[in-house]
């Protein structure tokens, strides 16, 4: 499966969550930290729109974040492969949606 990976691209990244609402997404820091990998649910709240008096236009990937998104997690886990030797790809699963392994 195709995996996406978003940088300096919100409007980009804001339209494949809307075409992908059952997908997954995993926020990294823009100088990849493998103890910052999160993953979350394409339709999570957090990572879909910009919080009052937090953010603005651009934080999503265009500045310190990108973002990864897959239709499935197998194929997020891939792709992670490439980055880091962690057993678990995932530096933490976000509380808010609890994604789930397939």
């Known amino acids: 499966m195709t995996v996406w990976h978003f940088v300096d691209d919100d409007a980009g990244y804001l339209d494949w969550l809307k075409q992908h609402p059952f997908g997954?997404?995993?926020?990294?820091?823009?100088?990849?930290?493998?103890?910052?990998?999160?993953?979350?649910?394409?339709?999570?709240?957090?990572?879909?729109?910009?919080?009052?008096m937090k953010s603005e236009p651009g934080g999503f990937t265009e500045r310190?974040?990108?973002?990864?998104?897959?239709?499935?997690?197998?194929?997020?886990?891939?792709?992670?492969?490439?980055?880091?030797?962690?057993?678990?790809?995932?530096s933490k699963r976000c509380s808010l949606c609890m994604p789930k392994s397939e």
């Open 24 to 52: 997954f997404v995993v926020n990294l820091r823009r100088s990849f930290d493998p103890d910052y990998v999160v993953l979350h649910c394409a339709s999570c709240v957090s990572i879909q729109r910009y919080p009052k």
């Open 64 to 90: 310190g974040y990108t973002k990864l998104c897959g239709e499935s997690l197998g194929s997020l886990e891939q792709e992670l492969e490439r980055f880091t030797t962690r057993p678990e790809p995932f």
